[in-house]
């Protein structure tokens, strides 16, 4: 069973900041919190990952609170091609690297 | 440099058949992943191998269905005598050790 917490659908303008947020309230030391979006179907898409840091990379910025139980995603400029469901998932840093997933957020950036 | 590749992308099958599914990872990478996913549900984690050998199974069917990755060549899962059930999209991933998994596009499978 899936261990994060995310609401099942969120609307944003196209240009502005997505923020999708995630609860993982169970998460262990020894696990990242990893993000991957699936476009309409095809197959899913990494995103970033992170352990205690906030990240930044081209795509996204990820913000993880300091007690590690929630997280949120960050896309700066939102653009229509960003429509698609958005997964959170634990992965544990050595040993099983299985994802679990949930049902994930459905975002949809309208013009 | 290549994504992961997957075929075929679709594929149709009477009950009782056999399905084949290919999947060729990135160059350099010795991890392969298998998961299914239905219609509007996230992806179900199947089974995880290295070469020549199965890691992890934990999410594969006890009867019917097998997966390989030899040595040499594509990791092959493998579905016997599809039911309906079986109807679903089958994603590969892949990766170096203990890195980010990298998708392919899928297949689709279908059973009439």
């Known amino acids: 069973d899936a261990k994060t917490t995310q609401p099942p659908s969120m609307d944003c303008a196209e240009g502005r900041a997505a923020n999708l947020p995630c609860n993982h309230s169970?998460?262990?030391?020894?696990?990242?919190v990893y993000w991957y979006r699936q476009i309409h179907s095809q197959g899913p898409q990494y995103i970033i990952h992170?352990?205690?840091?906030?990240e930044t990379n081209e795509m996204a910025s990820l913000i993880i609170t300091e007690d590690r139980k929630s997280s949120t995603l960050i896309l700066p400029h939102a653009t229509l091609r960003d429509t698609a469901v958005y997964y959170c998932?634990?992965?544990?840093?050595?040993?099983?690297?299985?994802?679990?997933w949930g049902a994930g957020t459905k975002l949809i950036i309208k013009p | 440099n290549a994504g992961v590749m997957q075929n075929p992308r679709h594929l149709v099958r009477r009950r009782g058949q056999e399905a084949r599914l290919r999947c060729s990872p990135m160059?350099?990478?010795?991890?392969v992943y298998w998961y299914r996913q239905l219609p509007e549900e996230g992806l179900k984690f199947m089974v995880y191998?290295?070469?020549?050998?199965?890691?992890?199974e934990s999410g594969m069917p006890k009867e019917r269905f097998s997966a390989e990755f030899p040595k040499e060549g594509p990791s092959i899962l493998r579905i016997q005598q599809v039911v309906r059930g079986d109807s679903a999209a089958y994603f590969c991933?892949?990766?170096?050790?203990?890195?980010?998994?990298?998708f392919g596009p899928g297949t689709r499978l279908t059973v009439t």
């Open positions: 992170g352990l205690k840091n906030n």
């Open positions: 191998l290295q070469k020549e050998n199965i890691i992890d």
């Open positions: 991933a892949s990766s170096p050790q203990g890195s980010e998994q990298y």
């Open positions: 169970t998460i262990s030391g020894n696990e990242y």
């Open positions: 998932i634990h992965r544990a840093i050595v040993g099983n690297y299985q994802l679990i």
């Open positions: 160059k350099g990478h010795s991890h």
